[in-house]
């Protein structure tokens, strides 16, 4: 079945990049999208990507996709401690919009 | 903001009641859908609607009863459940089931059942 894999933490300094980086098996993925969440918080779709492309920006965001290894990333630039949250990787196949989420990545974000 | 509402943000429930969870859209979406995310795991598929007919259940157990009563709301129908189940109840709707398109999340439900 699908596996979507994310390193589980991530530390950053205010002002510096982040770079959070995902892998996925499903060669058939249409959508893959990163959300944001906040401690007690729902679901924010961050920003997403086609699999047709290889790269999307949008502000301070940008994310990477490299196909043929199946690696999705996400760089925030000027990281700030609003920044500080669960980082989900996701990914929707061409069958259906099902979500087979990473396990996310939470990102502390440091003065 | 989302454009995807729920009600109640927090429910506190014995085992022995019976509560609804309710969710809204209003962006013409025909597909929605039901996520349990427990707490530091990601969120897990429960069920889809699609043009308001279940599609998919992901073998839930039935003392979850979903409901879909128009194109625009979905309830999830809940009946003796187990602490077990304390979970962030997570609202989501997309274009169309098939074809790939964006799911936009509501904030959630927060469920402590006692």
């Known amino acids: 079945g699908e596996d979507v894999e994310q390193s589980l933490f991530l530390s950053v300094r205010e002002g510096d990049s982040s770079v959070i980086n995902c892998t996925y098996t499903d060669s058939s993925s249409t959508y893959l999208y990163w959300y944001k969440q906040e401690p007690g918080a729902g679901l924010q779709l961050l920003t997403y990507i086609f699999s047709n492309m290889d790269m999307k920006q949008d502000q301070r965001l940008t994310v990477l996709l490299n196909k043929k290894d199946k690696h999705l990333s996400l760089r925030i630039a000027d990281t700030q401690t609003g920044d500080s949250a669960i980082y989900f990787c996701a990914e929707s196949g061409a069958a259906g919009n099902k979500l087979t989420f990473g396990g996310g990545t939470r990102v502390l974000v440091k003065p | 903001d989302t454009e995807v509402t729920q009600t109640p943000k927090h429910l506190v429930m014995g085992m022995t009641n019976k509560k609804s969870l309710k969710c809204e859209q209003h962006m013409g979406h025909r597909a929605m859908y039901w996520y349990k995310q427990k707490a530091k795991k990601p969120p897990e598929l429960m069920f889809v609607?699609?043009?308001?007919?279940?599609?998919i259940n992901e073998s839930v157990p039935s003392r979850f009863s979903p409901e879909c009563p128009n194109s625009s709301l979905l309830n999830l129908h809940l009946h003796a459940l187990q602490p077990e189940d304390s979970a962030l109840y997570l609202c989501?709707?997309?274009?169309?089931?098939?074809?790939?398109?964006?799911?936009?999340f509501g904030p959630g439900t927060r469920l402590l059942v006692l």
């Open positions: 989501a709707s997309s274009q169309g089931w098939t074809g790939g398109s964006l799911v936009d």
């Open positions: 609607y699609s043009y308001e007919k279940l599609s």
